[in-house]
């Protein structure tokens, strides 16, 4: 029998949760249930809890990928997280949750006492994701198969379909062993029964030397029998980059995102992928702005598109990160801040404090809060963030 961390969340339970065992999996359907409705209406408090966690479990990682921010920033933190902040979140999230993920901001295969930490996902009746480099999945481990078990999906982030293309990028990988260790769980994912079988996603980020690859890519993920490859654009969030990026070859990244649509259309791979750039002409870098005089009007300040957005937020009302000491962040956006932190405060406080209350109530208006302003989500490309920059 699970009991609340906290008799008191009781008290505000709406009547849907209090008629139904805590951490059921009546429960937690129910809780997923008002959780989509409050998303729905946009509603600044919430009544459900995430249905979805992400713990940083771990921001180690075994590779020096040149794009990655731990590679670019030497003083990143190499961190695990806090075991209390770990205990708190099984105790006081699990029993409303679907589906936890390990780390996306290290290698989630190198978080200490996996065994435990699987085993908890059992007790709770949570599933697992995993965003892996793949170079250590299928190896001899004493959790391998409680972890097969535990698996609901697994995303491989591969960056090139060669060798040479691959290696320069995910630097310390072996683009072999990695296409041996994929190959290999998609053999094991097959023998499983059909209704336990771990759906096999992947991640591809678009880049110069990696947009002509992708075609070939779709060609290797249909051998594998993946479910969707999501593509995405490389972020130029560090001067280094700005090289690789495909805004800078519009026509260029036009043609090659064209092409992999006929591949994975002739193929019926499912992918995710930007839109084309409508304004192919090769764009400069933006000059620095002359001083402004005395005289000069302000320039107009071009028009937002606002309102609901091609994909609809879910971060806001169903998921949440929680950092290595306790930081609860809504989203996985480079630069978001914490909206609170663990080791201070409940879950239940900062999930409907006044910060999460604001970002819900602005995100789908013309003034999205914070990093809002410029997301993914709301803005597919470049040209939809227009001034605010979507870096990339």
């Not at 770990?86 to 295969?109: H, I, N, W």
């Not at 960056?159 to 290696?167: E, H, I, Q």
């Not at 402004?292 to 320039?299: K, N, T, W």
Request: proline share 8%; charged share 25%; with cysteine.
């Amino acid at each position: 029998m699970i009991a609340p961390a906290d008799p008191r969340v009781l008290e505000s339970w709406p009547p849907e949760l209090a008629a139904l065992p805590f951490g059921s999996p009546e429960f937690k359907a129910a809780n997923a249930r008002l959780a989509q409705e409050d998303q729905d209406r946009c509603a600044p408090f919430a009544r459900a809890m995430p249905t979805w966690i992400n713990l940083t479990s771990t921001t180690v990682c075994n590779l020096r990928c040149f794009m990655c921010n731990q590679f670019l920033d030497p003083d990143s933190p190499r961190e695990m997280m806090d075991e209390a902040v770990y205990d708190k979140v099984v105790r006081e999230l699990y029993p409303y949750a679907r589906t936890m993920q390990l780390s996306a901001f290290g290698e989630p295969l190198m978080t200490p006492k996996m065994d435990q930490k699987l085993a908890d996902l059992e007790r709770y009746g949570v599933k697992l994701e995993m965003v892996s480099n793949g170079t250590l999945m299928m190896k001899e481990s004493r959790f391998r198969e409680q972890m097969l078990r535990c698996l609901e999906l697994v995303t491989f982030s591969m960056d090139g379909a060669t060798r040479a293309t691959y290696n320069s990028v995910r630097t310390g990988a072996e683009f072999d062993e990695v296409v041996h260790n994929i190959s290999r769980f998609a053999e094991r994912r097959l023998e499983m029964p059909a209704a336990q079988r771990p759906k096999m996603n992947f991640n591809y980020i678009l880049m110069r030397r990696t947009v002509a690859e992708a075609p070939k890519f779709v060609e290797m993920v249909h051998r594998w029998g993946g479910d969707q490859i999501v593509f995405n654009h490389l972020v130029t969030f560090h001067p280094s980059l700005k090289g690789e990026s495909l805004n800078y070859c519009r026509a260029y990244a036009n043609e090659w995102q064209d092409r992999t649509r006929e591949v994975a259309k002739a193929l019926g791979v499912a992918i995710s992928i930007p839109p084309n750039f409508a304004d192919v002409a090769p764009k400069a870098d933006v000059p620095a702005a002359p001083a402004a005089s005395a005289a000069a009007a302000p320039a107009a300040k071009p028009a937002r598109p606002c309102g609901p957005p091609p994909i609809q937020c879910w971060f806001l009302w169903q998921r949440v990160y929680i950092a290595p000491f306790g930081d609860v962040v809504p989203c996985c956006l480079a630069g978001m801040p914490s909206f609170g932190n663990l080791a201070k405060e409940s879950f239940a406080a900062i999930w409907n404090g006044k910060t999460y209350q604001d970002y819900r109530r602005h995100v789908f208006t013309e003034r999205p809060l914070g990093k809002c302003k410029t997301c993914y989500l709301i803005y597919p490309n470049a040209e939809l963030a227009g001034a605010e920059g979507f870096e990339y």
